[in-house]
């Protein structure tokens, strides 16, 4: 699989194409993608992702905040695991947001010797989205392309969308936001110092640094696999502001306890993977009252995960992970 950043000097021959920002990569975006794949393949043609970075909305309508569901060496391995020969990321700028629709269809028409265009059927691109299907189809007939329409996914919540997985995550809806996205929704990080607290109450916590563009689920605590070298670890995370000791607004953090674990995680990489919401955050009225249900979220997350550390040489993901 070739990742290129550039239109430029790129010349490529009897090329399938899709367009569009896939942050996530969820089920939708994964079935247009797929069956685009295998219909080019079988006709022994290249299979091309163009995609975006940043996305189209951060740049026309500014700061959105913690806002990505995936980062983009994320997106490029989930692509990539779809079975594409090509993935190109364009950088979304004014520059190019301002290209009409056929501008932007020439160019990749006649660097990518486009064959076919596959859209879901909401798709449009160019200056104003004037690129819808109808004109884009019409294009085609100019640039000697094909343009075929995957129908949209849906699941029992609706139409499956990146804004809708969003919404979901600021809910801690972790479960539905699994099903949306075909695997557990996850984050990855940096193990950095935290302030220590968590350890002075017998129950360590590794705090998480992650990219802040990524948006987190809401405020809670939750039942999840920690991976390390691939390994996955069974944890319980918080992601909040510590109301019970902080009086003052601060920055959420991340943290996670891994159950029956405790080697040193300072500078290594982990990435957490959202399995059930155990509970919303919360101010407790006392140490103690906390560190009690600390343990009932530990437990809790025991029987979400099937773990049992009683169990010996446990180094496989249990069933349960797509509620």
Known sequence: MLHHHSLENLHLNNTWVTIGSFDGVHIGHQSIIAQMVSAAHANQAQAVVITFFPHPLEVL????????????????????????????????????SSLSAEEFIAQIAGQ?????LWLGP??????????????????GLKYGYDTHIVPIVDSKEGKVSSRQIRSYLRDGRV??????????YSILGKVVHGDGRGKGLGIPTANLEVWPKRILPSNGV?????????????????IGVRP??????VTARIETH?????????GQSLRLEFIEMIRPEKRFPSIESLVS?????????????????KTPGLSVRPAKTLP
């Open 258 to 266: 891994l159950l029956d674990y405790d080697r040193d995680l300072y």
């Open 122 to 139: 909401d798709f449009a691109l160019g200056h104003n989205r004037q690129g819808t299907f109808p004109v884009l189809k019409q294009l």
């Open 293 to 309: 249900q600390i343990h009932q979220d530990i437990e809790k997350t025991r029987e979400v995960l099937n773990y049992d550390s």
């Open 112 to 116: 990518l010797g486009l064959h076919q």
């Open 61 to 96: 309508r500014g700061d959105q905040g913690p806002f990505y569901l995936t980062t983009p060496e994320e997106k490029v391995e989930l692509l990539a695991n779809l079975g594409v020969d090509a993935i190109i990321t364009l950088e979304f700028d004014h520059t190019l």
């Open 175 to 184: 479960g539905v936001v699994a099903r949306l996205l075909g695997r557990p």
């Open 244 to 249: 019970t000791f902080e009086n003052q607004p």
């Open 222 to 238: 939750y039942a999840t696999w920690a991976y390390i070298e691939n390994q996955p670890l069974p944890a319980v995370s918080n």
